[in-house]
């Protein structure tokens, strides 16, 4: 795989100024340093709806005035803000064994704050089970040479970033595409968000550390110690090892260069003594504590938070989080996260569904309106991040067509995508009130059409077209994508 420029050569340079645009982080007395992007790229947040998260039990709902389907909803159970061409399921009662289940966040909120930019696309699965669907879902089952949506926007948008792409999900979402791609491309996966700051410095935050530029002398040293050895010189032609020495010879200096150890770092000083350390909190840690203020005890609210910075300080453009497949709890009797996520619908369908998907929409609305705060790096010259931004709610497959009970998988779904990228504010494809099964549409008219089924290659062709990474059979979608047609 080439791309426009050797990255290597790129990093060598020290990521020049003038050769590619090189911006500061932020203004307003943040710490500053490069930044190495480039400024058309687009962002792409894949949000893994872990355990099979069902369209007809959030923005395409069956009423039961409207059909017979066994999945069909009381009519005040549904809401449909004004201006939207959506509906959606309101909050219901629901509980988890004897405990109250769900943060309370109301679907209709996040359709009346979004609904310009939210588009849900129909599609069925190939697959029912988790590992495979999920893999399939970022895939597109293979549509693209193998490569997940991840690996193909940090091919097209991130070959000048340090982390392009980057994976906080579990299971199948962490998987990577089949393609032989540069192993920067790859994703580099993070299991404690809170935590990954420190992994970007080599030193800093040790007390007793010795000075940097005595550790650069060491670090020289050490080189031209490997130069030397027998095992460098009978393996100089590895590319494994080339791979790995600029890793940690070139990738690590510019990640200290840029001060990440401070800018990703999402502890506050009351909780850790930083200041014994020489460290401070990211300087936009007040602005996530407002957005995400159980971060600390909320692994997803932690994983969105640094999605945001990862990709506001320049370090990647492409970033997936995921539910957790545990419990958690908002610190009374009420469970926020079931147990398996999505997938104790196998116990209680409706209620597991209504909860679950507050829980991802109150997240993901917290991450949009961060995206639409935002200049993006920090210039308002380059507008806002939300302007180049596409948040793909991904899951496995949906669910048996029940209200009452357990339900099994199912390979009949769709989509949510929001993105100012998409055409909004309606539904591709469409859904059978008598059956609560969808059915595709016109990729060209947006016509919905009964006879059609889409795949996950069409949600992923979507996703790519609207961020514009082209690739051999990809399926344009001139009526999901604006100014595309």
Known sequence: MTTRFSRRSFLRAGVGASALGMLPIGCGGETTGPVAT????????VVAASGGASIVDSFLPVAKTDGRGGNAYDPDQLAQPAGSNLRCVAPLDNHFMQMKMGNGYPQPAFLE?????????????TSVNHLVAARKSLTGDGINRGRTLGEACALEHGASLLLPNVNMAGQGFIEPGSDEIPIWARAEPVSDP???AFATDGTRGLKG???AALVARARGFRRKLEDASRFTQTFEGSELLREY????????????????????????KGEAPLDEYGLESSPKLQQLLSTFPRMATDPFEAQAALAFLLTRFGVSCSVTIGLSMSPNFDGTDRITNAQAAFDWSHIDHRGTQNAMWSRVLKVVD???GLLKAEDHLGDPALGKMWDRSLVYVA???????????????????GAVFVSPLMRGNRVYGGVDPNTCHTYGFDPVTGAPDANVRMTEGHLYSAAAH???????????MPAVVRGAG
């Open 466 to 476: 609207a961020l514009g990474i082209p690739f051999p059979g990809r399926v344009d």
């Open 113 to 125: 704050r979004h609904m310009r930019d939210l588009a849900v696309v129909t599609a069925d699965g």
């Open 245 to 268: 020495r600029d890793q940690r010879d070139l990738i690590l200096p510019r990640l200290e260069e840029m001060n990440l150890i401070s800018q990703l770092l999402l502890y506050q």
């Open 209 to 211: 550390a010795p000075s």
């Open 38 to 45: 480039t400024t058309g790229g687009k962002l792409l947040f």
């Open 194 to 196: 809170r935590l990954f």
């Open 366 to 368: 917290g991450l949009i």
């Open 395 to 413: 899951t496995e497959f949906g669910r048996d067509k029940v209200a009452e009970g357990g339900s099994a998988h199912h390979p009949n779904n």
